[in-house]
Each structure stands twice: as C-alpha cells, then as structure tokens.
C-alpha cells in the first residue's frame, strides 16, 4: 500500500494547527507574566494560578483522553475476555479520580499554594526522602509517554501507511516544541482546541463503522456468539477480587500523578479545582461512549469480508491496533484521516501534560529545592525546557519496545497507586508522619507488590496469597494484591513514624542517630509550599525554614 498523500496533508495542517496554538499561548504567557509580575516557575508550570473553571475542565480532562485512553478503551472493548464490563469499570475508575480529587484533595492542595503535589513530602520528610519520591514521580511520568504516544503511532500506521517510529517521533517533536516554550499556558489552551477535535472526529467516525455493510447489529452481538466471542465481555465471578482491585487502583492511584495536582494547583481557586474536577468526571463518560462503539462494532465485524480478510484481528495478535485497522477497513479514506486526527490530538493533549509533569517535578523538588536553591529566574526556565526535551527523548524511546499500549498505562498508574498515594494521604492528613514512617512505607508497599508477583511483566509470584492458583504455567493471584500493598504501605508509614517519634522523643534512642530531625518535628510543622507563603500566622516563618534546612 502507498503512503496516504491526502492524510499526511491533513495531519500536517493538523499539526501546525496545534503549534501555532501554543505557540501564540506562549506569547500570552508572556504578557500576562509582565502584567502581574509574577516568577518564571509560577507562570510556566501553573500558568501564574489564574485557569479559569472553564478552561480548567477543558485541560483536566484533555489529559485524561490520551492515545492509551482511546485505543485501550476500544481494544478492551473488542478483547473477548474483558468487553464491555472491563470498558465500564475503566471510564467509572477514571470519572472517580476527579470527584475524590475534588472532593478531597483539591481544597487542601490549592489552598497552602504548592507548587507541585511533592511539596508535603518536602516538607513533612525532607530533601533526602523527597529526592527519593520525586524520583519516583519522575519514573510514572516517563512510563507514561509511551503509553500515550503508542496509540499514535499503531493509527497513524496503518491508517498512513507510514513508519510507526517516523510517526511517533514527529508527533514527540511537536508536543515538546510547544510545551517547552509556553509552558501550562501552552498546554491548557492547546488543550481546549484539541479535545473540541478529539469530540467531533469520534462521532464523525462512529456512524461509518456502524452502518459498515459488513458489520452486524451490535445490539445483536452483545450477547450473542456470532462472528466473535459477545462484546459484553466474560467476568468470571472468581475474578471478583481482581476487578475490585483494578477499579480501585485506576481510580485512586491516578491521584498518585503530579499531572492531575498540576491542574489542581494552577486553578485561580479551590473552589474552581473542584468545579473543574466534577465535570471532568462527567466529560470522560461523554467522550467514552464512542469510544465503546467502535469496539463493539469491531466485535460484530466479519472481518473476512473486509479488505482486512481473515483471520480477525484478535486471532492475528493485532487486537491492541484494531482501532486503526477499523478506521482502514471500515471507513472511506478520508474519515479514516479524520480518525487519525482525533488519535493525534488525544495523544498531544497528554503528552504534553507528561513531559510538563515531569519537568515541574525535577525542576521545583530537585534542581530549585536541593541542587540550586539559589537558581535565577532565567536558570529555572531553562531546566524546565531542558527537562521536557530529556524526558521527551527517553519516553519516545520506551516506544521502540511496541509492548501493548495497556501494559504501560497499567504499570505506571500501578506505581502511583502502591508508592506515590499512600505518602500523598499521609503527608496531607496525618501530623504524626515523618520519614522513618515514609522509607518504611515505600519498602512495605513495593516489597509486597513485587514478591506478588506481575502478569503483565512476567514476575513470579514469591507470595502466594489465598486463592493463588497455577494457571497455564503461570501463577495467578485472585486476591486483590494491589490494594494488599496500598494499605500495607498507609499502614507502614503511620506506624513506624508513631514507633520513631516515640523512641526520639523519649529518649529511648539517643538523637544523633535522628536522621530525619524527629524531635525538630514535635511540634507540628504547618504544611505550607516549600520556598512560599507561611499559611499558619502562628507559626514563626523562620522557624520553619530552619526545620527544612536541618532536614
């Protein structure tokens, strides 16, 4: 097959479409820092706190709808084992993070002004324990890339005809173009043009896959064993524990992600963060039923008959791309393209939020707080645009490995839910926490998650919990692991800082062995950003800082 002339014109325009978009926000940016004179760092990487409800919504969710969220969800959908229910489960995981975002995190974040979510830990651990952290941070936002930028490059593909890494590394070199010249201003409002887009091409599409001569009633297929397996998908009920644990982990571990505080804490208020996350919540509901559409029209396909011919695209291993391949087959050439399109902006709408992610992570917890507290302005603006090509360049790398798109977003979102939320729900609602608790905590959680043992990756399990049962050669644990290590890990943390804060603060062990200033912390330090505003007037605003500094 020849190179698609017609798409490559239309994804060109497409792409200079979106430069030029956050090209002309860097420009505002720009304006509005010498307005309100605010630092460099506040304006590039929280757009100087002022993204309004509306834009916030656009951008919170823009992130979310990423390539590994569009061709996962339709690749799900179309697996036989996993349907429709495992689709629900996903979008109702997801639409959860943002109401107990909003519900529970957004007001305490984005009132003590942090600057990124690993603030509490430098604060409440200090900087060795907060190095650790954020190194983690950084670790989920490169896995994440790839995640994202994969779906691209399987659509563009087969849709294009063109190389999958010719067309990953173009879409790459677009997003961090933009991103690192006008930071969140770049990335909120490249968000807006991009989920409008992402909105219209889904539906544009869902009607010609549907009435495809070739493809069945899908309210036929639902429950039916016709050309494909019933798209309502098969739960087994001993897999009961593992579906809890898997909603769970999407749902909460999502919070462990320094982009879903990033938007938290450039909102103008509290109370905007909170609008802002409720109709995310309800926005991915709205953007996942076409979604659920094309993957059971996929099902309801005899692909046989199609210029695709057969076997099918599951019997093949091809189910991680049937999005294109349905786009191709299914479609006239140039809806196809539209759908290209949609995938292009979904994977620039969240890898954008990645790559600026991580920058603001190294950038304010590492480089200004530990290695250059004395950096300038101009110094800081360059590590960030320094950060977001490094972590480009790594996460487009993670690409060439072409593991399906789920894994990836799977063990990302996994590291979160086991290492990241546990010290985030402790350090922001727990005064007894330190950093004893924290190290304990972070062995506790990824010690247990490990010796479980990992599917996705290969991992034998060393523990069997019960109901682990050998599967096919491979080990399979019906208990809910994942969560097992999360509340392992809350449970590590509150109970060694009680036993280290006891034994310091007694005397018990002598304090030149308190490495992490237990006794300095007696008295609870109020949380506050690091190098920011003291929120607690009774506490004196030097006191704090020699804290931080003995840490």
């Not at 493809?215 to 639902?222: A, F, K, P």
Request: glycine share 8%.
């Amino acid at each position: 097959m020849a190179v698609n002339v017609p798409g490559v014109i239309v994804m060109v325009v497409f792409y200079l479409l979106v430069l030029g978009t956050g090209i002309w926000a860097s420009f505002k940016a720009k304006r509005k820092q010498k307005k309100s004179g605010a630092t460099g760092m506040e304006m590039v990487l929280l757009g100087n706190r002022s993204i309004n409800w509306v834009v916030g919504v656009f951008t919170m969710t823009a992130t979310w709808v990423g390539g590994g969220f569009i061709v996962g969800t339709v690749e799900l959908v179309y697996t036989p084992s996993k349907g429709l229910a495992s689709a629900l489960m996903l979008l109702m995981a997801n639409s959860s993070t943002f109401i107990v975002g909003g519900l529970v995190f957004a007001k305490p974040m984005r009132d003590r002004n942090f600057v990124t979510m690993l603030d509490p830990f430098q604060i409440k651990y200090g900087k060795v324990m907060t190095t650790a952290l954020s190194l983690v941070s950084l670790l989920i936002d490169v896995t994440w890339v790839p995640t994202i930028l994969m779906g691209l490059g399987g659509t563009m593909s087969v849709v294009l005809d063109l190389s999958f890494s010719l067309c990953i590394w173009i879409s790459a070199a677009v997003v961090i173009i933009y991103t690192l010249m006008g930071g969140l201003y770049s990335v909120a409002y490249t968000d807006v043009i991009q989920l409008v887009l992402i909105f219209l091409c889904l539906w544009v599409c869902v009607p010609f896959v549907l009435t495809n001569p070739h493809t069945l009633d899908i309210s036929q297929t639902l429950m039916n064993n016709t050309l494909h397996a019933p798209w309502i998908g098969q739960p087994e009920l001993k897999r009961s524990w593992i579906m809890i644990d898997d909603f769970l982990f999407m749902a909460v571990g999502s919070l462990g992600y320094q982009s879903y505080n990033q938007r938290v804490l450039s909102a103008a208020s509290s109370a905007s963060a909170k609008i802002s996350s409720f109709v995310a919540a309800f926005l991915l509901f709205v953007f996942g039923i076409p979604l659920i559409l094309l993957g059971a029209a996929a099902s309801s396909t005899d692909w046989n008959q199609t210029t695709y011919g057969s076997p099918s695209p599951y019997e093949r291993g091809e189910a991680a791309v049937v999005l294109p391949i349905a786009l191709q087959h299914l479609t006239p050439t140039f809806i196809s393209v539209i759908g290209t399109a949609f995938v292009a902006a979904a994977v620039m709408s969240s890898g954008d939020s990645a790559l600026l992610s991580a920058a603001s992570v190294f950038t304010s917890n590492i480089y200004k707080n530990i290695l250059r507290p004395q950096a300038s302005d101009k110094e800081i603006r360059w590590v960030v645009r320094t950060s977001v090509v490094v972590v480009g360049l790594i996460g487009t790398s993670l690409t060439g490995l072409k593991n399906s798109v789920t894994m990836f977003w799977f063990l990302s979102t996994e590291m979160a839910y086991i290492m990241l939320f546990p010290q985030l729900v402790c350090a922001l609602f727990f005064n007894i926490c330190n950093g004893y608790g924290a190290v304990s905590g972070l062995l506790v959680g990824a010690g247990l998650d490990l010796l479980s043992g990992n599917q996705l990756t290969g991992l034998e399990p060393v523990l069997h919990f019960p109901g682990c049962t050998l599967e096919d050669g491979v080990y399979v644990q019906y208990a809910p692991v994942k969560t097992i290590s999360m509340l392992s890990s809350i449970a590590a943390i509150l109970l060694f800082s009680y036993l280290a804060s006891v034994l310091f603060n007694k005397g018990v062990l002598p304090e030149k062995w308190d490495v992490f200033k237990v006794k300095a912390q007696h008295s609870p330090v109020p949380l506050s950003p690091v190098g920011g505003a003291i929120e607690d007037n009774d506490k004196d605003p030097e006191e704090v800082r020699e804290v931080d500094e003995e840490r």
